[in-house]
């Protein structure tokens, strides 16, 4: 068991680090009916949302970028900006929402954010983001922690994060999630950010060793459990990202892996059953299928019939008025024998 030895642990019974198992922040992938989905396949994991700017927050459409449903507890609120004084009215505003974290973006490689001068610039400003930090925990009660890289372009890794964890631990960062590569913040696209860079994972193993009361999670390029499992001997937490996403089903089998608890259903049958009634709901409220079943395309990813699954739900899903029908007949594609190619 890991204890959760930053902050008082108040008479609770949970001593398991509440960064033990989480699903990455994802722009486009993880908004409220991905993590909705998500949430009935693993009781356990933290969720995160999109990254969304405070600047959004502030002046922006914020029932649209703010709202989740309750049942999708506990869930992050990833924040990207460089202000300490927005960022401290966005994390209030998030708090007030209700949401179980604030997280700061310190690892995004895109054009736009580095015009912003944030996301993974901010590897290089850890004085600014010990501001942000502390500005942030001045306004909330929840946990504000930090999702970084181990670098950027020419930067010395273990010089560059051991300094930045130690400056922005100081201000009071609850929790850092290290995605173990440098950003190379010239000429590669995010996408490429998140492969070509060479993982570390022995450097994030070493900061966990050099702050051993600190909680730290390690991100990127974790395929399954097993890897999952094997890191969680040398650190507080793993996130997943695109596996996560990408083959949902290995989600059921977290609360059991990784948590010692019972799994919340056996299969992504009783899954998308479960599920069934908040599509309905949100039908009802004007939301389109596809903003919903574009999620479960990797659901039944291996299995017999996933690819009719898959084409029945791109083509029709998007359809205006397209309903649970069209889920219940992608779902009988399922468990068939695929047609031959
Ligand atoms: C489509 C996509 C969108 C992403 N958006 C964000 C984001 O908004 N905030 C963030 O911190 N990281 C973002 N990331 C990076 C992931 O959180 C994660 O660090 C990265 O994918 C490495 O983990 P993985 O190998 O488990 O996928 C994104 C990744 C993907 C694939």
Redesign the pocket.
Known sequence: MILEPNRPQEGRSETVSPWRFSI??????TDRHCRALHRLMTRRARLYT??VTAGAILFGPRERLLRFDAAEAPVAL?LGDADPARLARAARIGADWGYDEINL?C??PSDRVQNGRFGACLMREPGLVAEAVAAMRAEVNIPVTV?CRVGVDDQEPREALFAFVETVAAAGAAAFVV?ARKAWLDGLSPKDN?TIPPLDYPLVHELKRAWPRLPIAI????VDLASAREQLELVDGV?????AYQNPELLLRVDSEIFGEAAPYLDPFAVVEAYEPYIARELAAGTRLHDMTRHMLGLFAGRPGARLYRQVLATRAPRAGAGLDVLREALAQVGRVEAAA
């Open positions: 990455a922040p994802m722009m486009d992938w999109e990254m990833q973006n690892g995004c999702k995605h998140r991100n990127g390029g974790l996130m997943l990202g695109r596996a």
